[in-house]
């Protein structure tokens, strides 16, 4: 492999302006909208006094899973050694602060009382899954923060692969953290399962690898910057394992659950007759989220095509919201069974799928915090060396001719 | 004035000291209302004597500025399919106040807590409004106030029992079916009852260990799972 020159983005013509400006009013928008809920309370949500987490926690549990994802690239060349990707190590931890911080940022707006984030950030229960995950975020941040440090510091590069290790440790336990929220919830049926965390990591690995193909795609192509078939190829190769993976540990999680009499009506729920919940599982989740992808990044004659290989990544990341969007609020609609065995309504929602749609301010917030971390990765790119000049396959792969 | 300079500087420490104690001592004696107490709070629901009016209801809500669409208890009317019959019950609910509480290992500030008394409640100061305890709550006895943006539930009335009143739901019961008081005192109602009958809770099963005892409730109300031989027979309820 050739010596490896990284350059910042020029970051001067209209188009940048024009993404810039995009990003900057749906961050603004989110804002606004954060204000104007705080203002006038969760009633002006969808939310209910069933479904407490709404359409913001689906976009900030995806950022905050992508994040984790996004960083495997990086892992792939520091932990496992694979020198092929070392090149593409500083963008992949650049978008795993990035989107960190957009997921936290939702998250921390949708709190039912944001103005007290600092009593979040003193006051700890060590028994909460919760509070582990304040710890395992600023972790993050911390471990990726230096992992870039000695990948762009000639005088530290020498610790660049210890400090991969934590980065790739803390990440895996972040994935872990977050899906343990879940995972420890034993009240509600649709999450009461220690297969949660298992499959947020691989979840992980999908969405993060399909935001950074997807990325680093586009930065190529509006950058012009050569953009190797080699590196693409690996990557798409990679996605279509990580598709497969996730899509094997949804059949076990389904699978194990209708292993258990009292999760058959929450699955079949899920399944079978949830209304948008089912269409989103069976639609958005499995057909378009990950078999239609996979047919994109190896049916012969398609799978070269690099338009192709880009919609299988938004694919990917519409499917991964369609799969948290099931989870999360899927898992709350369908009523606490307060009498197991036995069919139950009552006068106060008892038994009774719960009601969600979205409103307009908690979805602008949601896709605020997509912005946010758009904002960070184009603003990071501008401003340092993350992208090498050139990733064309006699610079990027060490067996080219 | 006698004291002198030096005399002021060799008490400074102690001064200090205490000043920086009192508020500790004060903040001891508030955090943990009822601790002072050696009651351990509880409540009997006779579900024979409920007749579905929602007194308790609207009391809460008036004694406790519960939003609107949102209760701290309720008397839910349920109807009951099994595979031919169908049956309909009250069923007062409330707050559990288990000793055994799965929302406050979750809560990750520590601002759900349990007195020594037993009753469970939200310091509002604390709760930053995630919905964690909301979501881990078995008996979905927790809500997030839309007003207030914090975690919400019943709190057996702790202000008028601190008092030395009854709860308002007990207190404005028109049949007398809500029995409040002091599981550990061997001559309370809510000890008799318990001791002379067989009371029953709501998903025991969980190992919440709740509170609020249920007299003469339905046996599958008990929460069990399909098969253990609790299914409804209408012959035997009445039906």
Same mark, same amino acid.
């Given at each position: 492999?050739?010596?490896?020159?990284?350059?910042?983005?020029?970051?001067?013509?209209?188009?940048?302006?024009?993404?810039?400006?995009?990003?900057?009013?749906?961050?603004?928008?989110?804002?606004?909208?954060?204000?104007?809920?705080?203002?006038?309370?969760?009633?002006?949500?969808?939310?209910?006094?069933?479904?407490?987490?709404?359409?913001?926690?689906?976009?900030?549990?995806?950022?905050?899973?992508?994040?984790?994802?996004?960083?495997?690239?990086?892992?792939?060349?520091?932990?496992?050694?694979?020198?092929?990707? /070392?090149?593409?190590?500083?963008?992949?931890?650049?978008?795993?602060?990035?989107?960190?911080?957009?997921?936290?940022?939702?998250?921390?707006?949708?709190?039912?009382?944001?103005?007290?984030?600092?009593?979040?950030?003193?006051?700890?229960?060590?028994?909460?899954?919760?509070?582990?995950?304040?710890?395992?975020?600023? =972790?993050?941040?911390?471990?990726?923060?230096?992992?870039?440090?000695?990948?762009?510091? /000639?005088?530290?590069?020498?610790?660049?692969?210890?400090?991969?290790?934590?980065?790739?440790?803390?990440?895996?336990?972040?994935? &872990?953290?977050?899906?343990?929220?879940?995972?420890?919830?034993?009240?509600?049926?649709?999450?009461?399962?220690?297969?949660?965390?298992?499959?947020?990591?691989?979840?992980?690995?999908?969405?993060?690898?399909?935001?950074?193909? =997807?990325?680093?795609?586009?930065?190529?192509?509006? &950058?012009?910057?050569?953009?190797?078939?080699?590196?693409?190829?690996?990557?798409?190769?990679?996605?279509?394992?990580?598709?497969?993976?996730?899509?094997?540990?949804?059949?076990?999680?389904?699978? &194990?659950?209708?292993?258990?009499?009292?999760?058959?009506?929450?699955?079949?729920?899920?399944?079978?007759?949830?209304?948008?919940?089912?269409?989103?599982?069976?639609?958005?989740?499995?057909?378009?989220?990950?078999?239609?992808?996979? %047919?994109?990044?190896?049916?012969?004659?398609?799978?070269?095509?690099?338009?192709?290989?880009?919609?299988?990544?938004?694919?990917?990341?519409?499917?991964?919201?369609?799969?948290?969007?099931?989870?999360?609020?899927?898992?709350?609609?369908?009523?606490?069974?307060?009498?197991?065995?036995?069919?139950?309504?009552?006068?106060?929602?008892?038994?009774? %799928?719960?009601?969600?749609?979205?409103?307009?301010?908690? &979805?602008?917030?949601?896709?605020?915090?997509?912005?946010?971390?758009?904002?960070?990765?184009?603003? =990071?790119?501008?401003?340092?060396?993350?992208?090498?000049?050139?990733?064309?396959?006699? %610079?990027?792969?060490?067996?080219?001719? | 004035? *006698?004291?002198?300079?030096?005399?002021?500087?060799?008490?400074?420490?102690?001064?200090?000291?205490?000043?920086?104690?009192?508020?500790?001592?004060?903040?001891?004696?508030?955090?943990?209302?009822?601790? #002072?107490?050696?009651?351990?709070?509880?409540?009997?629901?006779?579900?024979?004597?409920?007749?579905?009016?929602?007194?308790?209801?609207?009391?809460?809500?008036?004694? *406790?500025?519960?939003? #609107? *669409?949102?209760?701290?208890?309720?008397?839910?009317?349920?109807?009951?399919?099994?595979?031919?019959?169908?049956?309909?019950?009250?069923?007062?609910?409330? @707050?559990?106040? @288990?000793? *055994?509480?799965? !929302?406050?290992?979750?809560?990750?500030?520590?601002?759900?807590?349990?007195?020594? $008394?037993?009753?469970?409640?939200? $310091?509002?100061?604390?709760?930053?409004?995630?919905?964690?305890?909301?979501?881990? !709550?078995?008996? $979905?006895?927790?809500?997030?106030?839309?007003?207030?943006?914090?975690?919400?539930? @019943?709190?057996?009335?702790?202000?008028?029992?601190?008092?030395?009143?009854?709860?308002?739901?007990? #207190?404005? @019961?028109?049949?007398?079916?809500?029995?409040?008081?002091?599981?550990?005192?061997?001559?309370?109602?809510?000890?008799?009852?318990?001791?002379?009958?067989?009371?029953?809770?709501?998903?025991?099963?969980?190992?919440?260990?709740?509170?609020?005892?249920?007299?003469?409730? $339905? #046996?599958?109300?008990?929460?069990?799972?399909?098969?253990?031989?609790?299914?409804?027979?209408?012959?035997?309820?009445?039906?």
């Amino acid at each position: 492999m050739k010596i490896i020159n990284y350059r910042e983005i020029e970051g001067r013509s209209s188009g940048f302006l024009i993404l810039l400006a995009i990003l900057g009013l749906l961050a603004l928008l989110g804002l606004g909208s954060a204000h104007y809920m705080e203002e006038h309370g969760h009633v002006v949500t969808g939310m209910t006094n069933q479904i407490v987490w709404g359409i913001p926690h689906v976009f900030a549990v995806f950022l905050i899973v992508a994040a984790s994802g996004a960083l495997n690239v990086a892992s792939i060349g520091s932990v496992f050694g694979k020198s092929f990707y /070392k090149p593409l190590a500083p963008l992949s931890a650049l978008l795993a602060i990035g989107l960190l911080g957009g997921g936290l940022t939702v998250l921390m707006l949708d709190l039912g009382r944001p103005d007290r984030v600092i009593v979040a950030a003193t006051h700890y229960n060590f028994k909460s899954v919760f509070a582990w995950n304040v710890f395992l975020y600023s =972790g993050f941040f911390g471990a990726v923060a230096i992992y870039i440090w000695t990948m762009m510091d /000639k005088t530290v590069s020498s610790y660049t692969k210890p400090a991969g290790y934590l980065a790739f440790v803390v990440r895996l336990l972040l994935t &872990t953290g977050t899906g343990s929220i879940f995972g420890f919830l034993v009240a509600r049926q649709f999450y009461d399962s220690a297969l949660l965390a298992p499959m947020f990591i691989i979840m992980s690995f999908s969405y993060g690898l399909a935001i950074y193909l =997807g990325v680093l795609m586009a930065s190529y192509k509006w &950058t012009n910057r050569p953009l190797g078939d080699a590196v693409i190829n690996r990557l798409k190769n990679l996605l279509g394992v990580f598709i497969a993976a996730v899509l094997l540990l949804v059949t076990i999680f389904h699978m &194990t659950n209708l292993y258990f009499t009292k999760h058959h009506g929450v699955e079949a729920f899920i399944l079978l007759n949830g209304g948008i919940y089912t269409s989103l599982f069976w639609l958005g989740q499995i057909i378009l989220g990950s078999l239609v992808p996979l %047919v994109l990044l190896y049916a012969p004659g398609i799978s070269k095509s690099r338009s192709a290989i880009a919609f299988a990544c938004g694919l990917v990341i519409l499917g991964g919201l369609s799969q948290m969007y099931v989870t999360i609020i899927g898992g709350q609609a369908y009523p606490l069974v307060l009498f197991p065995g036995y069919q139950e309504s009552s006068s106060f929602f008892d038994g009774v %799928v719960h009601n969600y749609s979205p409103s307009l301010p908690e &979805t602008l917030l949601g896709l605020g915090g997509m912005a946010i971390a758009g904002i960070i990765v184009t603003l =990071g790119l501008k401003v340092l060396r993350f992208l090498p000049l050139s990733l064309a396959d006699s %610079v990027a792969d060490p067996h080219a001719k | 004035m *006698n004291q002198s300079r030096r005399d002021f500087l060799r008490a400074l420490p102690a001064i200090t000291a205490g000043a920086a104690i009192a508020p500790s001592a004060a903040f001891a004696a508030t955090a943990e209302p009822g601790s #002072e107490t050696k009651h351990r709070w509880a409540m009997v629901v006779d579900v024979r004597k409920c007749i579905g009016c929602q007194a308790c209801t609207v009391s809460c809500i008036m004694e *406790n500025a519960v939003p #609107e *669409n949102s209760f701290r208890t309720i008397v839910s009317t349920y109807e009951v399919h099994d595979d031919t019959r169908t049956g309909t019950y009250m069923l007062p609910r409330l @707050c559990n106040h @288990c000793a *055994n509480p799965p !929302c406050i290992p979750v809560c990750p500030v520590g601002a759900t807590f349990q007195r020594k $008394d037993g009753v469970v409640v939200v $310091d509002g100061d604390r709760c930053v409004g995630c919905a964690y305890c909301v979501q881990a !709550c078995p008996y $979905d006895a927790r809500f997030i106030n839309h007003d207030t943006g914090k975690a919400d539930k @019943c709190t057996f009335c702790a202000h008028r029992v601190d008092a030395g009143l009854l709860p308002a739901c007990v #207190e404005t @019961c028109v049949g007398g079916a809500r029995i409040f008081g002091d599981i550990d005192d061997p001559d309370s109602a809510v000890r008799h009852l318990i001791d002379e009958n067989k009371l029953k809770v709501l998903k025991p099963e969980m190992g919440t260990q709740p509170h609020v005892f249920y007299l003469g409730l $339905d #046996e599958r109300f008990q929460g069990r799972v399909e098969g253990q031989g609790t299914l409804w027979q209408p012959s035997k309820h009445g039906a």
